[in-house]
């Protein structure tokens, strides 16, 4: 089975500016999490997302969404980057009624 | 913030001895797992420890679970240079998949 896949890998981008990032979760797995990892604040949790859902929501303001498709891809959004939003995101599958997550390798964000 | 605290922060052995990690959480939980990272890459699921389990053995890998203490640790046993990495507890303390990660240990196996 192939992994969970991010796209894009690398981004450099503005402050003010939005970006999107992506998220294709192993084939059957249909909870899909997100994470911000900076080296101040470490591992945060942004939000979860099950059947096209969010379910549940971490402590983020409103500039952090993010959406599920039926096919239980999802993308997260930011927008009116800051400096402070340079991070690494992960995303993380979870086959349902399972704990255990699975990690892509994660879109490392530059804001300058 | 973070609910889990780890200890040490950072860690280095050399290669064939055994390391280990400790992690203490807040509130009560359903499970605690343990992930490992590479340099900045994604995380890998090591273990998960149930909250009415003491003990589990994965290969290399023991965990023990003190519920009455909030705490864990993770024994890695005959290290390896390949397990340089950081180390990070996270807990599930809403039944939910939302984990709380402590801050992890950097652990660096030296040849």
């Known amino acids: 089975k192939a992994g969970v896949t991010q796209t894009p890998r690398y981004l450099i981008k503005t402050r003010g500016q939005q970006v999107t990032l992506s998220c294709s979760p192993i084939s059957g797995h249909r909870s899909v999490s997100w994470y911000q990892q900076t080296p101040g604040q470490g591992l945060q949790f942004l939000f979860e997302?099950?059947?096209?859902?969010?379910?549940n929501k971490g402590n983020f303001p409103g500039r952090f969404s993010g959406r599920q498709f039926s096919n239980s891809r999802s993308e997260m959004n930011v927008s009116t980057l800051e400096l402070g939003d340079s991070a690494l995101y992960l995303c993380?599958?979870?086959?349902?009624?399972?704990?255990?997550?699975?990690f892509g390798p994660g879109t490392r964000l530059t804001v300058l | 913030s973070q609910q889990g605290e780890e200890d040490p922060q950072a860690l280095s052995i050399q290669e064939g001895e055994n390391a280990t990690m400790n992690c203490s959480y807040k509130t009560s939980i359903n499970n605690l797992q343990w992930y490992r990272q590479n340099s900045g890459r994604g995380l890998v699921h090591l273990i998960l420890?149930?909250?009415?389990?003491r003990e589990k053995h994965s290969g290399r890998l023991r965990v023990t679970l003190d519920t009455s203490k909030k705490s864990s640790s993770l024994l890695i046993t005959a290290s390896r240079a390949a397990d340089t990495a950081s180390y990070f507890c996270?807990?599930?303390?809403?039944?939910?998949?939302?984990?709380?990660f402590g801050q992890g240990t950097r652990l660096t196996i030296n040849p």
């Open positions: 996270a807990t599930d303390f809403q039944g939910a998949q939302k984990l709380v």
């Open positions: 420890i149930r909250s009415n389990e």
């Open positions: 993380a599958s979870t086959r349902t009624g399972r704990n255990e997550q699975f």
């Open positions: 997302y099950f059947s096209e859902t969010q379910r």
